[in-house]
């Protein structure tokens, strides 16, 4: 009887460890659904969402300079022409890439949109992140996608780049703060597309 009793306490032991490690799992599983861009393997708008306004915030409180690139895929409909959804989705994941290995381990790259990304720099002035929009500009030049049919694609981006200045200035208006720096972002890489018929991977910056 006595076995029986100690058999019984050990598999409600084992069952309940592999119940706690099903849960742990699905939660790890569904944390990173939540985090990660299934398409670009990048971080998420909710990602983006979580961390954006946290660190304007410290940037605001330590008076720690902070940039922000918003790139955009040129041409998506062309690509969706030229290749098909499926094609385009390659590109979209190599521009993912590219963008995640051009930035440093410090910064955090998100996809906001459907062919757009966002970097955010931390500590990091318009001059310094100039290098990494090089970095980026370059890597993207380089880059090839092979279709599914054989077929090798290139593509373009549009880049605008806004620092965060002076933000000191900004403390208790944080909110204000990272939505002005987002606009100002926005902007000037609508304007930088407008050049792209005579600018390779054009670039504004403020």
């Given at each position: ?15 309940s ?13 569904l ?11 990048i971080?998420?708008r909710?990602?983006f969402?979580?961390?954006y ?9 330590t ?24 094609g ?17 381990s ?14 955010i720099?931390p500590?990091?002035t ?7 929009v ?5 890597a ?5 996608v092979?279709m ?6 290139t593509?373009?981006?549009?880049i ?17 703060a990272a ?12 304007a ?15």
């Amino acid at each position: 009887m006595l076995h029986v009793l100690l058999f019984c306490e050990t598999f409600l032991l084992v069952s309940s460890a592999i119940v706690i490690a099903c849960l742990v799992f699905d939660h790890r599983r569904l944390m990173t659904q939540l985090t990660i861009d299934p398409l670009m393997q990048i971080g998420s708008r909710a990602l983006f969402e979580q961390v954006y306004p946290t660190t304007i915030a410290h940037a605001c409180r330590t008076r720690e300079a902070l940039t922000l690139l918003f790139i955009d895929l040129n041409d998506l409909k062309l690509l969706n022409s030229l290749y098909g959804h499926p094609g385009a989705d390659r590109i979209l994941c190599a521009l993912g890439g590219v963008v995640a290995k051009s930035v440093r381990s410090s910064d955090i790259v998100c996809r906001i949109g459907g062919d757009e990304c966002v970097a955010i720099l931390p500590n990091t002035t318009a001059e310094q992140a100039n290098v990494l929009v090089e970095r980026i500009r370059e890597a993207v030049r380089n880059e090839r996608v092979l279709m599914a049919n054989g077929d090798v694609a290139t593509f373009g981006v549009s880049i605008g780049g806004a620092s965060l200045v002076h933000p000191s200035d900004r403390h208790g208006k944080t909110t204000e703060a990272a939505q002005e720096l987002l606009d100002r972002a926005n902007r000037l890489m609508l304007a930088a597309k407008l050049l792209k018929g005579s600018v390779e991977n054009p670039i504004l910056f403020q």
